[in-house]
């Protein structure tokens, strides 16, 4: 099968830089630290609504890991440095859809991401903070689902900020945007319903909040099912909008330099 050859292809080229990637989650395991250390000053005069210390501690915690399943992926799917190389032109010839291949090799990615970031970071917390475990085995298996949504949904993104790089001339501006837009909005420096008025609007009409604010909520405990059916929305939209692009790029190509 196609997806898993690839997506064990890209988890498998991954598997070389384990030393060198045990930094990073040194480094997230320690920005992880200085936002819980935050809340946790804040938390001494602040009732921190629903969520009080220890839901707060955990929202952080749970955030910070999710990261590295819903956010760190590759930039623009690997695209923009296609196109500056003139290997779009190949890609798109291969005999199998350009937002397929791409999409399985994203997955291998956020597979190896998932064992050797997000769990390790997460075992760490759960040793060091007083982390909330969800009692019932059945808020993991929607917590997990929430996460793969927010993944797609991401990879969705990426791929069509990869393909902009196409027409303009570069599109890595816009993967820092996104980033940008997405911690603000997406619920992990702050819960969306604390944001200003007219910035929790934009927020909840965006898919920013099913990147983190959804699945960690579920985590918790403190939202039901009912959120993945926005997540479900946002991934079949993006997914007809990566299609489509895909669908151009293949009638009108243009690569920089030729």
Not at 39 to 46: A, L, M
Not at 178 to 199: T, V
Not at 228 to 233: I, M, N, R, W
Request: glycine content about 8%.
């Amino acid at each position: 099968m196609l997806f898993l050859v690839l997506a064990r292809k890209t988890y498998l080229r991954n598997l070389q830089y384990r030393g060198a990637h045990m930094v990073h989650n040194i480094a997230s395991a320690i920005f992880g630290f200085i936002y819980i250390s935050i809340w946790t000053g804040i938390g001494v005069s602040q009732s921190l609504g629903a969520y009080g210390m220890s839901g707060m501690i955990s929202y952080v915690a749970f955030n910070q890991v999710s990261l590295w399943v819903a956010a760190f992926l590759n930039n623009g799917l690997g695209l923009e440095q296609s196109v500056r190389t003139g290997q779009i032109a190949i890609e798109l010839m291969r005999p199998v859809h350009l937002f397929y291949q791409l999409m399985c090799k994203e997955w291998g990615q956020i597979a190896y991401q998932f064992v050797y970031k997000f769990l390790p970071i997460y075992t760490l917390y759960l040793f060091v903070l007083p982390l909330h475990v969800p009692s019932s085995l059945f808020t993991f298996i929607w917590t997990a689902v929430a996460l793969m949504l927010a993944a797609y949904i991401s990879i969705c993104i990426n791929f069509i900020i990869g393909a902009m790089a196409l027409w303009t001339t570069e599109s890595r501006w816009l993967y820092w945007v996104n980033y940008a837009f997405s911690m603000l909005l997406s619920g992990f420096l702050i819960p969306i319903e604390w944001l200003p008025g007219w910035l929790e609007l934009i927020s909840r009409a965006s898919f920013y909040p099913f990147l983190h604010y959804v699945p960690t909520r579920i985590y918790l405990g403190m939202d039901g099912l009912t959120q993945l059916l926005g997540s479900l929305a946002w991934c079949m939209g993006l997914t007809s909008v990566c299609l489509v692009i895909a669908r151009t790029m293949r009638r009108k190509v243009e690569v920089q330099g030729g």
